[in-house]
């Protein structure tokens, strides 16, 4: 795993979202996104949130990168099997966040959350990074059936870089 490309990949997100929130006013905030049920407030969230995830994603490659493959491979049915609740509970969560959690709070949450991931990614051992597991790929279009240590760090990035094009804020 190239560390420095996830270091990178964290600041160029981390600076992209800082100027995509400051340069929009609560008008452009509040318009839909495009190909979303968000508006771009909400979906700005739900990019956000994509990082806060992965606090709890890294904790379950801990516990299940050191468990036999088919442990791992049964949660990951089972949270397939109820992709439906997932996907309604997490259009609400980003609904609900855009709207409670003010524009410059979520960037200052996203500063925080980017600086935990650099301290967290210097400090796996290589062993760490090659750890892994199954995970539910209906959830997500970037969850892998078999995903490491290393892959997860370059989810939420990913994950931003798909939903940064829904965005209809007027830039670039």
Do not use: C
């Amino acid at each position: 795993m190239d560390r420095l490309s996830v270091h990178d990949e964290l600041e160029r997100a981390r600076a992209d979202f800082r100027r995509l929130v400051e340069s929009s006013d609560d008008d452009v905030l509040r318009k839909p996104s495009n190909s979303t049920r968000w508006s771009n407030r909400e979906l700005l969230f739900h990019m956000l949130l994509g990082y806060l995830i992965i606090r709890a994603l890294l904790g379950l490659v801990r516990v299940f990168g050191r468990l036999p493959r088919g442990a791992s491979r049964g949660y990951a049915r089972l949270l397939n099997a109820v992709t439906r609740p997932f996907d309604e509970i997490n259009y609400l969560g980003s609904y609900a966040g855009g709207r409670t959690l003010s524009p410059a709070r979520m960037v200052a949450l996203f500063d925080r959350v980017v600086d935990k991931l650099h301290r967290r990614l210097d400090a796996e051992t290589d062993a760490d990074l090659e750890r892994g597991m199954h995970y539910p790929t209906r959830w997500d279009p970037f969850f892998k059936d078999y995903m490491t240590l290393a892959d997860v760090y370059h989810f939420p990035t990913q994950h931003y870089d798909f939903h940064r094009r829904q965005l209809t804020l007027g830039q670039g």
